[in-house]
C-alpha cells in the first residue's frame, strides 16, 4: 500500500521559514516525479514545485521561484520542501504527491496538471503565515 504522510506545518510569523517533508513508503521515491501542491480555502489546488528522477531542474511556480526549494531523498524515500520568507499568502494546506514519468512527463506536466490522474497523494499540512 502506497502512503505519503507530509509533516512540519505550523504557524509562523511573515518572513520566517518552515521545511516540509514528505515521507512515502509502499513504493522506490526514485522511480517517480514528485512534486509539492497547495491549496487554499476557496481556492483551487495549484501545483507550486515538482521535480524529476534526475533531481536537475525542477519547476517552480512563479509565486514561489526564489524562496521555495524542493530536495528528495531517494535512499530514505522522503521529499522536502523548504520554505523561505513566508508570506501570509502562502497560507495553505501543503500536498505531497509521487507519479510515474511514464504517466505525467515533464514535472513542469506534474505541476501543471497536478499530478495526473495516475498519481499518489498525502493527506497534508497546514501552513498558516500571520502575524
Known amino acids: 500500500q502506497v502512503q505519503l504522510v507530509e509533516s512540519g506545518g505550523g504557524l509562523v510569523q511573515p518572513g520566517e521559514s518552515l521545511k516540509l517533508s514528505c515521507a512515502v513508503s509502499?513504493?522506490?521515491?526514485?522511480?517517480?516525479?514528485i512534486g509539492w501542491f497547495r491549496q487554499a480555502p476557496g481556492k483551487e489546488r495549484e501545483g507550486i514545485s515538482c521535480?524529476?528522477?534526475?533531481?536537475?531542474?525542477?519547476y517552480y511556480a512563479d509565486s514561489v521561484q526564489g524562496r521555495f526549494t524542493v530536495s528528495r531523498d531517494d535512499d530514505k524515500n522522503i521529499v522536502y520542501l523548504e520554505m523561505n520568507r513566508l508570506r501570509p499568502e502562502d497560507s495553505a494546506k501543503y500536498y505531497c504527491?509521487?507519479?510515474?514519468?511514464?504517466?505525467?512527463?515533464?514535472?513542469?506536466?506534474?505541476?501543471?496538471?497536478?499530478?495526473?490522474?495516475?498519481?499518489?497523494w498525502g493527506r497534508g499540512t497546514q501552513v498558516t503565515v500571520s502575524s
Open positions: 509502499g513504493l522506490s521515491l526514485a522511480y517517480f516525479t
Open positions: 521535480m524529476g528522477r534526475n533531481d536537475r531542474n525542477p
Open positions: 504527491a509521487a507519479a510515474s514519468p511514464l504517466h505525467i512527463g515533464s514535472v513542469q506536466t506534474m505541476c501543471t496538471y497536478l499530478g495526473g490522474p495516475n498519481a499518489y
